[in-house]
């Protein structure tokens, strides 16, 4: 995680691109996806789970960036969220569905 800038870094540079030189959806998405190909977060791909499936998440990930809570069921998910927000700075607190019932109070 300490490095994990520079590894999205190196895996853009492969199409001229960084970091700094692209939109923050993209920057989501990208080290959202990119954290799939470390074995503590990646999701077995199956038949009802495909790749498709992860870059789906990563755009809901993205949207709910510019919102106040992610809550989510998926522990995978929430997980890399958690990080991609952190190495990013964005503000968007992530909860578990139970979690965010528990500690979320409504007036």
């Known amino acids: 995680i300490n490095n994990l800038d520079c590894i999205i870094n190196s895996f853009l540079s492969l ?13 989501i998405t990208t080290t959202y996806n990119v954290l799939d190909f470390f074995p503590a977060f990646s999701e ?8 498709n499936n992860i870059a789906t998440d990563a755009e809901h990930v993205f949207l709910a960036s510019s ?9 995978k998910m929430l997980e890399k969220a958690r990080i991609t927000y952190r190495m990013l700075g964005i503000k ?5 569905r139970e ?3 528990q500690t979320i109070t409504f007036v």
């Open 15 to 27: 199409s001229g691109k960084s970091l700094d030189s692209i939109p923050i959806g993209e920057k």
């Open 44 to 51: 077995k791909l199956q038949k009802k789970n495909n790749i």
């Open 67 to 75: 919102s106040k809570y992610f809550v989510c069921g998926d522990t």
């Open 92 to 96: 968007t607190r992530v909860f578990e």
């Open 99 to 101: 979690m965010f019932l």
